[in-house]
């Protein structure tokens, strides 16, 4: 490492060790119009480094639709901003903390929350709610995951939770929601994706623009040490090798007390008025906050690093530059203010130091004391990065005939046991585990938390007057097994199903934020999963008419040469005007009838809104979709006159889900077929029926199905749905189960596991009372979607679902509970 | 009458302490930072939850030295009412103005849920408005919330009567399903010898509303106003 004395000297060689390209070293040469010094080297290196610069995603990201007309604020700054009524604003944006969670779970973990948070109220927003989108390998031993690798796994898992959650709630933050899901493919490689959501009066947001030649640059919170350098910058700029643990130095370490502190006292430093702008020091720390509030501001910059709270002694500029230590934050004051600012931070006992000042020309220098450690223009280096259109090439297709695609059981087979399974499989067992270690009730605002509803449900105060406005919704979503099998469908799969949760909590989806988690952008087949499904997402977030107001991309999600699945997750926002309207997914009374809501609609032909002919999905087969050109294999393969598309599409559809790969271990073919404006006239129709006050409960059909959903439904009508009894209480010992059951009958002539398990989207159950019943059909056929009476819920504890008259699941609800309750806990604790 | 939130660096339930007391029940509450040794003339102070000084060394041992323990140590001495809320109950112990100690949970993680407590007492200003026997549903939200003493403050706290909330399963049994964090005897809360300081270690500020899952924290928050107008009255 340099120090002040012995200057490295920097050679190709070096400036390749940084990772930069030749190519990169000469612009960098060009720039400065000389030789960088190795301060000035690293600076670059950071900056331009893929986590900072989106040097491979740009020329893509640019498709994404991220304008509207509740848009405050979309891609660019520290959060995405919307517009939610009565003068709030909602600040919101979801960040990829992969890498560093592979190499240090819990520190990983801590230090993904800590800068998302970081982001939120940098914007002058206190965040309200923390949802987080996890992706790990298996943790149960199976064909293709050994002992070692699945107890490896579960430590992992252990980690990243016990890290969220100390960092949560230590904060004060709730964490209401999210999901987890286990691939294989995420061994070697978790995601750890974490959303922040702040609410703020439009008048009081701040920008990370620097502003005013003369204006004082503060230093706030933490002190600067050597931890962190290069962590998320390059640890997530580069894929993991067997070395990567020894990485372990460049992990972050989070202090969650320090940002709370630091939370409070920017928030009321904000209050004085004598702050210009703000940016929280992230990844590559100091270059990036100063840098790019100059660039944005079109501003110069200078500061000395002497001045700099640090935290050891003998750091040198490189370091000092490149520290990626946590908690703190750069701001700009009103010069003569300064004195108002620092007495804020006092009082809570952070370090503020005045560490420079906002210059004119557009130079950004760091001097040390009376030298001049690095001399850059600011604009060309946050801005003029390289941007790469990197090859993109389809992979091979994959060849595959009926014989690899689930084969259905045949009629008539008693299919309780293949669901029990279902519901013990960790993706679809209760994550109770999980969400009872993070704090989900504080600020008391969580209407709904987790499991409650399809989506996280906070209600709002206004920051002043602490009155109740309207509610959040808040749903992750992302299915990277659909997108490894198809990545446009499968994107367009979770902006339909993100929009679907949220509407089914009762709320408006209105705005979106995007956390695209991929392989090596040096590869053409990562490039071509990652440009399909930016198509993807666009298409669909245009017909559902949720801009993408920011996010993050993580590529180099790879291990040894292995990507994982093309992984975006997307994290929807929903505006819920009355908040006693929230629909929760538990059935409530017995009696009430159990609908299904179907957006393929009464007579709508698929793919035109409009409405025409076609029939009801009554045949049981998947009605087709006019994917157009957006998914070649659909198309190529629809049946052009039935509407209807034929068994094997069936099949093969059903290939990539949940069931087909827990009870089949089957993962192939395709995702189901996706209708946008069948999925918008379910949305519609939902969010009408909450207004309504129509319906009782309501839950989306997703992972696992129809049969899944109606069980959910069953389970959290327990009355202490939220702790049911621990494993140790023995049941039968009086213990006062009272649980709803259902009797269901499916008058449906595709195959039983279809329909039961299948997961095609536009489709919610919902629970109405005998008075609301006409009201709720009335309303369903108003939106042009599909309502058919399926059941009935029952008191006690049957749950029965039968097809084509026959009983295919029949049993106790208690004894699906108990698989369903207890799995995760029981898997983790290795039994 | 007027209520005192103290506010310690790291406390995070302060808002909502203030917005129950202030927004639910009406009731004048305000901040008090812990730097301040005035109690700017409140008649009964709430010690929030949280993560005071981020509970590192151990819970509420740093904010025990806090300026503002001072004074509120002198006003608990003088008969003022002082609820401890979760960390703020931790304090409580710290400072001495409660008997016992937190241990970790039982389980070793950070649990946050519903729970269901008993009302043991109702002869104390935290808990006159509510019935004996009462099954209250209230969240809980801690890592160290395993309440321990020893043998003769146990025996103390049992024959004094000062043990006024019980973990239990939701129809009111004591035993070991109703108790999430290992308390002995299933301990969620205490009151001192001279029933004025008192702590518990689940919400009520988060069980204040039928939205939020319950409203069944209310009845200490009323049980201390009703202490309060009580006390009013019979100094007029």
């Known amino acids: 490492m340099a120090t002040a ?51 491979s995603s740009k020329v893509h990201l640019k498709r994404l639709p991220t304008r509207g007309k509740l848009v405050v604020q979309g891609p660019g700054e520290n959060a995405g901003v919307v517009d939610i009524g009565d003068g709030l604003v909602a600040a919101f944006k979801i960040e990829s903390h992969n890498h560093p969670s592979y190499v240090e779970p819990f520190q990983g973990a801590t230090t993904g929350v800590g800068g998302i948070l970081r982001d939120i109220f940098t914007m002058g927003a206190r965040p309200i709610a923390v949802l987080d989108s996890l992706r790990f390998g ?83 919170g933490a002190k600067t040490g050597r931890d962190g350098i290069h ?26 007390f320090m940002e709370k502190l630091l939370l409070e006292a920017c928030l009321e430093a904000m209050q004085t008025g004598a702050v210009v702008a703000i940016q929280d020091m992230g990844a590559a720390g100091l270059t990036c906050s100063t840098v790019e509030m100059a660039s944005r501001g079109g501003t110069g910059i200078e500061i000395d690093l002497a001045k700099v709270p640090q935290r050891e002694t003998g750091m040198t500029p490189y370091e000092i530059m490149l520290s990626e230590s946590q908690e703190r934050m750069l701001l700009v004051a009103e010069k003569g203010r300064e004195h108002e600012v620092l007495a804020v931070f006092k009082k809570w006992g952070l370090d503020a130091v005045v560490v420079g000042r906002v210059t004119e020309g557009g130079l950004a220098r760091i001097k040390n004391s009376g030298s001049v450690a690095a001399e850059i223009p600011a604009h060309p280096l946050a801005e003029e990065g390289p941007v790469y259109n990197r090859p993109i090439a389809a992979p091979a297709p994959r060849v595959e005939s009926e014989k690899d695609w689930f084969a259905f059981a045949p009629e008539g087979t008693n299919l309780t046991q293949n669901f029990l399974k279902l519901l013990a499989s960790p993706a679809i067992a209760s994550k109770r585990w ?18 409650a509803s399809d989506a996280a449900v906070v209600r709002i105060k206004d920051p002043k007057t602490n009155v109740v406005k309207r509610a959040l919704a808040l749903s992750t979503d992302g299915n990277g097994r659909w997108c490894q099998l198809n990545p446009r469908v499968g994107a367009m799969h979770a902006v339909a199903e993100a929009a679907r949760n949220i509407a089914a909590s009762g709320a408006r989806p209105i705005a979106a934020t995007n956390c695209l988690n991929f392989g090596s952008p040096e590869k053409p087949e990562v490039m071509w999963q990652f440009s399909e499904t930016i198509d993807g997402i666009a298409v669909a977030c245009n017909a559902l008419g949720t801009p993408i107001t920011g996010g993050n991309v993580s590529f180099y999600n790879e291990t040894l040469g292995k990507s994982i699945f093309p992984t975006p997750v997307i994290g929807m926002l929903g505006v819920l005007d009355d908040v006693s309207r929230v629909l929760k997914i538990a ?154 059951g259902a009797t269901v009958n499916l008058d449906d002539s595709s195959p039983a596991e279809h329909a039961l398990f299948g997961e095609r989207g536009a489709r919610a159950i919902v629970s109405v009372s005998r008075t609301n019943l006409a009201a709720v059909l009335a309303i369903a056929r108003q939106y ?48 | 009458m007027k209520f005192g939130v103290v506010v310690f660096p790291g406390s995070n339930c302060d808002h909502d302490a203030f917005y129950a007391i202030g927004n639910v029940l009406k009731k004048p509450v305000e901040f008090i930072w812990h730097q301040s040794e005035d109690l700017a003339n409140c008649d009964a102070i709430i010690l929030p939850g949280g993560f005071s000084y981020g509970d590192y060394l151990r819970t509420g041992a740093i904010a025990r030295f806090s300026p503002v323990m001072n004074s509120v140590e002198k006003f608990a001495h003088s008969g003022g009412l002082v609820l ?43 808990t006159n408005a509510a019935e004996r026997g009462q099954i209250l549903k209230i969240p809980i939200a801690h890592s160290d919330g395993n309440y321990t003493c020893d043998e003769a ?44 300081v008192a702590g518990l270690m689940p919400h009520p500020e988060r069980a204040s509303e039928a939205a939020l899952g319950s409203a069944d924290g209310l009845v200490i928050f009323r049980s201390m106003v009703e202490a309060l107008v009580g006390a009013a009255k019979a100094t007029a």
């Not at chain 1, 030749?22 to 950071?46: C, D, M, W």
């Not at chain 1, 898992?157 to 964490?175: E, H, M």
């Not at chain 2, 399903?177 to 301990?187: F, H, L, S």
């Open chain 1, 138 to 220: 298996e943790i149960i031993a199976g064909k293709r995951t050994t002992k070692e690798e699945a107890a490896k796994n579960r430590r992992i898992l252990d980690g990243v939770v016990r890290g969220i959650g100390s960092y949560g709630n230590c904060f004060g933050v709730p964490t209401v929601g999210g999901e987890v899901a286990f691939e294989p493919c995420y061994s070697q490689n978790p995601l750890v994706n974490a959303l922040a959501l702040g609410i703020a009066r439009k008048e009081d947001l701040f920008f990370a623009k620097a502003k005013g030649a003369g204006n004082p640059v503060i230093y706030v």
């Open chain 1, 434 to 451: 999980i969400t009872e270690q993070y704090d989900t009730s504080v600020r008391t605002n969580t209407l709904a938390g987790p499991g």
């Open chain 1, 587 to 740: 059935f409530r009374n017995d009696g009430d009838t159990i609908v299904l809501l179907d957006g393929f609609g009464v007579g709508a032909t698929l793919g035109s809104p409009a409405g025409g002919a076609s029939p009801a999905p009554t045949l049981g087969l998947i009605p087709r979709t006019d994917l157009g050109n957006q998914s070649p294999a659909c198309h190529s393969e629809r049946s052009e006159e039935s509407g209807l598309v034929p068994p094997v599409i069936a099949s093969r559809q059903f290939s990539s889900s949940e069931y087909s790969k827990t009870v089949g271990g089957i993962v192939a073919g395709e995702p189901p077929a996706i209708d946008l404006a069948t999925e918008k006239r379910l949305i519609n129709c939902l969010v009408a029926l909450a207004a309504d006050g129509a319906v009782e409960s309501a839950h989306d059909i997703s992972d696992g199905g129809l049969a899944v959903t109606l069980a959910e439904s069953c389970f959290a009508n327990q009355p202490d749905a939220c702790h049911p009894e621990s494993p140790r209480s023995s049941r039968g010992e009086g213990s006062a189960f009272s649980f709803l």
């Open chain 1, 231 to 256: 962590g998320a910058s390059l640890l997530a700029s580069a894929e993991f090798t067997e070395e990567s643990r020894q990485k372990r130095p460049n992990v972050q370490v989070g202090d969650p």
């Open chain 1, 5 to 55: 004395t012995t200057e490295i000297r920097v050679t190709p060689e070096i400036a390749a060790e940084h990772g930069l390209t030749a190519e990169e070293y000469a612009r960098v040469k060009q720039i400065l119009g000389r030789e960088p010094n190795i301060t000035e080297l690293g600076i670059f290196s950071v900056m331009w480094s893929e986590h900072c610069s989106y040097k």
């Open chain 1, 784 to 831: 042009n979607v599909a309502a058919r009476e399926i059941g009935r819920i029952t008191r006690g504890d049957a749950f029965r679902i039968e097809h084509k008259g026959r009983a295919v699941i029949d049993s106790p609800v208690e004894i699906l509970h108990d698989a369903w309750a207890h799995s995760l806990e029981r898997s983790i604790s290795g039994k």
């Open chain 2, 153 to 196: 403050t146990l025996a103390d706290l049992e024959r004094n009567r000062q043990v006024i909330f019980r973990y239990t399963t939701p129809d009111g049994k004591d035993d070991d399903a109703g108790n999430p964090n290992g308390a002995v005897r299933n301990i969620a809360g205490v009151c001192n010898r001279e029933r004025n």
């Open chain 2, 84 to 126: 401890g809320i979760c960390n703020g109950f931790q304090i409580l112990c710290e400072a001495g103005l409660l008997p016992g100690a937190m241990m970790r949970n039982s389980g070793l993680r950070f649990i946050c849920r519903h729970v269901h407590i008993r009302v043991e007492q109702t002869d104390t200003p935290f």
